[in-house]
């Protein structure tokens, strides 16, 4: 069982810059793929960033690219959204989940095995 706590969210100006952390802890070697997935009020929950654990093979949305980075720790318990340049329209809930080995980093927020509880962000212009 692994259990995933997102937080590090909150409210930022336009140009600003936000980290998101999300910290595995459990049987945390049996995880394969960390994302990060963000939904907006109204709007279908969309992924953001990816990361492998163990190759730390990323992936970043189109729509970020440039301005988030994927990362972790040392450790590779902690996992890191660092958004700069943050524009109105990244205001959302921002969820962090986990996927079993094997599962690789799928496209639905659904697909993975374990969540956390999300963290919000909000954009003011």
């Known amino acids: 069982q692994v259990e995933l706590l997102d937080f590090g969210g909150g409210s930022v100006q336009a140009g600003g810059s936000l980290r998101l952390s999300c910290v595995l802890s459990?049987?945390?070697?049996?995880?394969?793929?960390v994302g990060w997935f963000r939904q907006a009020p109204g709007k279908e929950r969309k992924r953001v960033a990816t990361i492998y654990t163990v190759s730390g093979r990323t992936y970043v949305a189109d729509s970020v690219k440039g301005r988030f980075t994927i990362s972790t720790d040392d450790a590779k318990n902690t996992v890191f959204l660092l958004m700069n340049s943050l524009k109105p329209e990244d205001t959302a809930m921002y969820s962090c989940a986990a996927v079993d080995f094997g599962r690789n980093c799928p496209e639905g927020f659904s697909e993975y095995d374990w969540w956390g509880q999300g963290t919000q962000v909000t954009v003011s212009s």
């Open positions: 459990g049987y945390i070697y049996s995880v394969d793929c």
